[in-house]
């Protein structure tokens, strides 16, 4: 027999949803430091050009080992609250036009018609744009706070008040939004590939175990990472401030980013982090998605 989807309001899907996110990503804080440490920084071509203060990490364990002595424990936790605020706006925004979107469908296309593998993308295609169109602003921010030097590291509304003094203005803010819209692929892959294994692998069952739910959402979100991480690192070099050979100038596309760091680095430059991107996604999707079925 067909589920009918959603059992929750939209509000309540959008709280548990958020509550999820929240608690997930704060428990593994110090791999979004790592991994967003490891994706802005770029193999120089010319070494008169590197800044000598700049630190080049070699993989996942130095980074953490070597932020952790130079900064301490604080360190692996910078701009941790902005972060956080972004991850609460973000998925609540994202559930509740999600929930809304599915909703609807199923009014209008019946209980029994289950939303095909295009339809589950398009809903979360739509429900992700409205979330980043509003919360793209504290994403800028906590990526700037988490690639500072710790004596240049400074509060939330410093760090955006900096941003805006800077050469876009207030637009600064929203850097990097159109690689973001493009983004939207990555939760839409994600929970449109939970909903069409959750149907392969527990055909017709309502109700998950959380280690069922824990694994759907680990295998989901480790597939969208892959497909989009050439852009995840295009986006993280578009919001934090360009690297020492740019000599202060911005990037102005994703796609200029992704230019320059194969140039320097190669296509494997557009995987860099990978590691800890894909084990913070599956850690966090996996508690996400046991939340969101309780």
Known sequence: MAQSKPAISPWGGAVAGATGAVIANALVYPLDIVKTRLQVQVRSTDKSETDGDSVHYTSTWDAISRIFADEGIQGLYAGMNGSLVGVASTNFAYFYWYTVARTLYTKSAGPSAAPSTAIE??????????????????????????????????????????????????????????????????????????????????????????????????????????????????????????????????????????????????????????????????????????????
């Open 121 to 294: 993308l398009s809903l979360g295609a739509v429900a992700g744009a409205l979330a980043q169109l509003f919360t793209i602003p504290v994403a800028v921010v906590t990526t700037r706070q988490q690639t500072a030097a710790k004596a240049d590291r400074k509060g939330l509304f410093a760090t955006a008040q900096e941003v805006i003094e800077g050469p876009d203005g207030v637009s600064g803010l929203w850097r990097g939004l159109k690689a973001s819209l493009v983004l939207v692929v990555n939760p839409a892959i994600t929970y449109g590939a939970y909903e069409r294994l959750k149907g392969i692998l527990f055909p017709g069952k309502s109700k998950l175990k959380p280690w069922e739910a824990f694994l759907l959402g680990a295998m989901s979100k480790a597939l969208a990472t892959i497909c989009t991480q050439p852009l995840i690192v295009a986006k993280v070099g578009l919001q934090s401030k360009p690297p020492p050979e740019r000599k202060g100038k911005p990037f102005k596309s994703f796609i200029e980013v992704m230019q320059f760091i194969i140039k320097r680095e190669g296509v494997l430059g557009l995987f860099k982090g990978m590691g800890p991107q894909i084990l913070k996604g599956l850690l966090v999707q996996g508690i996400l998605m046991m939340t969101k079925e309780k």
